[in-house]
């Protein structure tokens, strides 16, 4: 198998490497962007042991905006969290101790993935114009903002939030909602968005459990219509839950667990919306 561990980046490495693209002036960081918008990241950056993956994650991010029109959105992160995971898994080596660890992230987002993390993660407005010399008509369907503290580059997403690095929170999402193979996984996550992603990654409460939170979405994915409302008061519903219950103790195990625990929201959230309209009658 593939010795991922071999490839880090500590967080002051990754600082200074960011520091490094903070004190370019604006014609350098330009030039900087447009090498990144044609996807030329110069393979020495990275060991050898990444080129392959590396090939396959950008080509995929290619494809996904040909065919979504240059557009940013949930559906690129699906597509390109999805490839990441099977380059990226257990399978090959790449397991949740790897997965795990920020100073294996930072190396990928900062050496390996760059241009990836920058183009779906500007820090200017102003960056996006520079980058569409060469990705025409690009939009992003969230709005770009400046990340407080980061001068030209987000950092919390290359490096310095361990729940907020881009391509480590893709990563999670799928792992966590793999049901067995990418088509049955792209099933039932195709209907989400990325308020989903932050509820499971950014907010995992006593920590991520991997059976449970796929029989979760699973479930979530048979609902008649699936809003965010929805799902997050379930995710705070089964925390509670989960102080004095053990979801895999219960009939039926995790997945009945998963649907009642829908279920009961669903329900909860029909009647509040029924009593609304008939206020208004």
């Known amino acids: 198998m593939a010795d991922f561990g071999r490839y880090?980046?500590?967080f002051?490495?990754?600082k200074n490497k960011i520091d490094a693209y903070d004190s370019m002036n604006d014609t350098e960081f330009k030039d900087q962007i447009r090498h990144w918008a044609m996807f030329d990241v110069p393979e020495e950056n990275y060991g050898a042991l990444y080129k392959d993956i590396r090939m396959s994650v950008v080509d995929t991010f290619k494809q996904v905006l040909e065919k979504n029109g240059n557009k940013i959105n949930y559906y690129l992160d699906l597509i390109v969290g999805i490839k990441l995971y099977e380059m990226l898994n257990p399978n090959c080596g790449f397991d949740v101790i790897k997965a795990n660890d920020d100073d294996v992230w930072r190396y990928i987002s900062v050496c390996v993935m760059p241009d990836l993390t920058f183009i779906r993660y500007p820090n200017q407005p102003s960056d996006i114009d520079v980058i569409r010399e060469y990705i025409p008509d690009l939009t992003y369907a969230i709005g770009v903002k400046t990340e407080k503290d980061?001068?030209?580059?987000?950092k919390k997403r290359f490096y310095s939030h361990t729940r907020r690095i881009w391509l480590k929170t893709l990563w999670w999402y799928i792992h966590l909602g793999w049901q067995g193979d990418a088509e049955q996984t792209y099933k039932v996550l195709e209907n989400n968005g990325t308020n989903i992603i932050s509820h499971f990654i950014e907010r995992p409460g006593r920590g991520y459990r991997e059976?449970?939170?796929r029989c979760m979405l699973y479930?979530?994915?048979?609902?008649?219509?699936?809003r965010d409302s929805i799902f997050r008061a379930a995710a705070k519903l089964n925390l509670a839950k989960c102080?004095?219950?053990e979801p895999a103790l219960t009939v039926g195990g995790e997945e009945a667990y998963s649907e009642k625990l829908f279920e009961e929201v669903f329900t909860k959230e029909l009647r509040e919306r029924d009593a609304e309209d008939g206020d208004f009658e």
């Open 8 to 10: 880090k980046l500590s």
């Open 12 to 14: 002051n490495d990754a």
């Open 150 to 154: 980061s001068i030209r580059i987000k």
């Open 211 to 213: 059976q449970l939170f």
């Open 219 to 226: 479930a979530y994915s048979l609902l008649p219509e699936q």
């Open 243 to 245: 102080v004095s219950v």
